[in-house]
């Protein structure tokens, strides 16, 4: 059975949302291997660039986190900057996907610091001591209903200590998909979701961009107030 790619993805992705007889949607995406975010194999380039250029200045140690981590490329990158390092997924085979994936990468220290867990990102309810340094959002936020998003905004707060940084891949800011998957997002969604809780420290388009993101793609960190 051939696997939708590019527009087929999209649509394939829409139908299952939209079908309503699926507790868990995004699992059943993984199951279909309906997965278009997940094409590079490899951490965003934007993400890499962001800690190599050295234009923020990051913990060198702590805690990370990533929801919606999918296979999990970018929370070993995390763990590769110093971070104990954690992937979730509400999807419990995307989990299995993600651990799979790390067992067959080369054994390092920043594999050692690397775990995934199956949660729900809004049910998650940590104690000061489990609250998390840094936090990265990217292919997250556009999953979301809109109606969410305030509540997304809120549940980083929780998430994050005093301080903490949450940095997001703002993608796709294009047009207005409603019925998504994703769903676009603006500069604007960010603000309206964050500014409650964080102060926006940076904002840039990187010159390292996600190939197919060109002109729809833009990296903020975020500090926890």
């Known amino acids: 059975m051939s696997v939708p790619s590019g527009p087929e993805a999209i649509k394939a992705m829409r139908k299952l949302m939209q079908e309503g007889s699926h507790s868990n949607p995004w699992d059943e995406t993984w199951k279909a291997n309906i997965t278009p975010w997940d094409r590079h194999g490899s951490p965003q380039p934007p ?3 962001l800690f190599s250029s050295k234009a923020v200045s990051f913990p060198s140690s702590g805690k990370a986190i ?3 981590c999918g296979r999990g490329y970018d929370a070993l990158f995390l763990a590769s ?3 104990e390092s954690v992937g979730v997924d509400i999807s419990p085979t995307a989990v299995k996907a993600a651990q799979e994936w790390l067992e067959k990468q080369p054994q390092s220290e920043a ?3 690397t775990s995934f867990k199956e949660l729900d990102f809004f049910a998650f309810k940590p104690s000061e001591a489990e609250q998390f340094d840094i936090a990265y959002d990217y292919t997250f936020f556009c999953a979301i209903t809109p109606d969410l998003r305030a509540a997304w905004g809120e549940e980083y707060s929780k998430i994050l200590r005093k301080d903490g ?3 997001c891949l703002m993608f796709p800011m294009e047009g207005d998909r409603p019925n998504g998957p994703p769903f676009s997002v603006s500069e604007e969604a960010y603000d309206k979701a964050l500014s ?3 102060d926006c420290t940076y904002k840039e ?3 390292k961009l996600t190939e197919g993101h060109e002109g729809i793609e833009k ?3 975020w500090k926890r107030k």
Do not use: A, C, N
């Open 47 to 49: 993400l890499i660039e």
């Open 66 to 68: 990533v929801p919606g």
């Open 111 to 113: 594999s050692s610091r």
């Open 205 to 207: 388009v990187p010159s």
């Open 219 to 221: 990296i903020s960190v």
């Open 196 to 198: 409650p809780f964080f």
């Open 81 to 83: 900057q110093g971070y």
């Open 165 to 167: 940084l949450l940095i």
